[in-house]
């Protein structure tokens, strides 16, 4: 395999797995803008017991999984307590703080940066990339799937159907940085060295679009925009300098008509259920508004 | 606990947004097996009622009693182990959830804790949690629509998904607000059918609804709202020859309005 293939797919890989680490909370309708900052927390985390205690990353990994995970579970409390667009905001700022410590933190290199001694190869990756992914279809196929759509689509009635909004809130979120420091934490170790200044809110942006873009109601969502991201622009490499431009393009078309992302639920239900033509005429025909007030 | 003593008492009850007196000290019972229907002018508090029972929001004074049982300030989320469902005046399916995983999050209250949420209900084609929701769905005549978004879905077919969504956490005392509201005539009977069918049971109900004929039909008791107090409460016969409860809904004869304008809001 050439080193350019091979980057190419550990890219994928490592993309792969940050998506289902930012398709936890969007799924439970959190817009998670410090995603970069658990992917930091995972990497360095992983690097250090790497690099000072000689764990094997297969130990390091999950550890560091561990360790984004609990610390989302320390700050989910008072930043769950905002919404939407301050949600947002308070985990953006989050995101900023992990940055900047790290920046200040001189026992990880500081601003120069932190090699990472331990490598591992595209099969390693590709292989923790695919527990991750199946992990995630498992859970999703249990009853937690279905509680955190409903937490996602009506918070009130979910309460009162006895779902624990708060607690699907905090496991969504505090399982999706645990995931997102796992793909840091496999960057880490693939590329051998890390930098602060790389765990940037546009690498939070870039996770978030890979759900939108792929669809955030279902677990092949994530899978889908991850690759359709990593794998596009590679494919305009050809166009040269104006490969962002079209990749740019490329994402507000697919976005202007598939505003609910590539896959969704609706359409997964047509392709795997009974074919059926659903009475659309009639709900038209009803056509009473729905409230969906709070 | 003696077979005549009420499902449902709510003591005293009051309950106020800023000056607005909602509710006010409202006392009335619901009898165990027995429909009991909550009428009233818009306005009068019949859908607060519902939302002082389920939780969503706590009185300001008085007491809520199930089965004898201070209920008052249990939270929301955990009225619904109590064994009190209900739907909603304006349908609340979850959009991105199909009918039949809508009718699953009704089984959430008796699937708490680690075991019962990772229970893989979508993983094996024949789980029994699936399949008694898909039971409950067929046996309303829904079965058709298990895989449908609920959003596409006709009005009358989304209130009845509700219905079932709601008996799925088997509760003792079910609250329907408006259940017949918005739908047409075919389709109120459907919906009369299947809650005779439901009723069969024993179950208690307590329903907001404006259509008499439907009431009359459904329920042995009426307790009459007016802002937020009890006018009155009997048989559905007895309330539709009652003077007050015609005054309410139709006016006052002709001399009267000020006087009962400025008698109200003292």
Known sequence: MSGYLEGVLVLLAVNVVFAYGGFLPLAAGQLNLGLAGFAAIGAYVSAYLSNVFTLAPVIAIPLAGVAAGIVALIVAVPVLRTRGIYLALATFALGQIVQAIILNLEVVGGAAGYPVAAFIRLPAIAAAAAVVVTLVWLLFATRFGIAVTAVHDDERVADLMGIDVRAFQIAAFSLGSAITGIGGALYAHHFSFIEAQYFNISLSITIVLYVLLGGTQTVIGPLLGAAVFTLLPELLRASANWRYVAFAAALIVIMALRPEGLVTGAQLRRLFGITRAEPRAAAVAAGLPKERAG | ?266
């Not at chain 2, 199909?98 to 009718?103: D, F, G, Q, R, T």
């Open chain 2, 1 to 266: 606990m003696s077979a005549n003593e009420p499902i449902l008492r709510l003591d005293s009850v009051s309950k106020h947004f800023g000056g607005l007196r909602v509710i006010e000290s409202l006392t009335f019972a619901v009898r165990r097996g027995v429909r009991t229907a909550l009428i009233g002018p818009n306005g009068a508090g019949k859908t607060t009622v519902f939302n002082l029972i389920t939780g969503v929001f706590s009185v300001d004074a008085g007491r809520i009693l199930l089965d004898g049982i201070d209920i008052t300030d249990t939270p929301s989320r955990l009225r619904i182990g109590y064994g009190i469902a209900r739907n909603f005046q304006n349908i609340r399916l979850m959009p991105h959830l199909s009918a039949l995983e809508n009718v699953m999050v009704g089984q959430h209250c008796r699937n708490r804790g680690v075991r019962g949420v990772l229970h893989p209900v979508n993983l094996v084609p024949r789980n029994r949690w699936r399949e008694a929701a898909r039971a409950a769905l067929a046996d309303a005549a829904l079965i058709q629509y298990e895989r449908s978004t609920v959003g596409n879905l006709p009005y009358g077919v989304q209130k009845r998904i509700e219905l079932v969504r709601a008996l799925m956490a088997q509760p003792r005392l079910l609250l329907l607000d408006e259940p017949a509201a918005g739908l047409n005539p075919a389709e109120t009977e459907t919906l009369q059918a299947q809650l005779e069918k439901v009723c069969i049971g024993g179950l208690t109900v307590l329903v907001v609804e404006h259509d008499m004929h439907f009431v009359g039909a459904l329920c042995e008791d009426v307790i009459v709202l007016d802002f937020g107090r009890k006018i009155v409460e009997g048989s559905p016969e007895d309330i539709r020859h009652n003077p007050l409860v015609q005054e309410i809904y139709l006016g006052a004869p002709a001399a009267e309005p000020m006087e009962r304008h400025s008698a109200r809001s003292a």
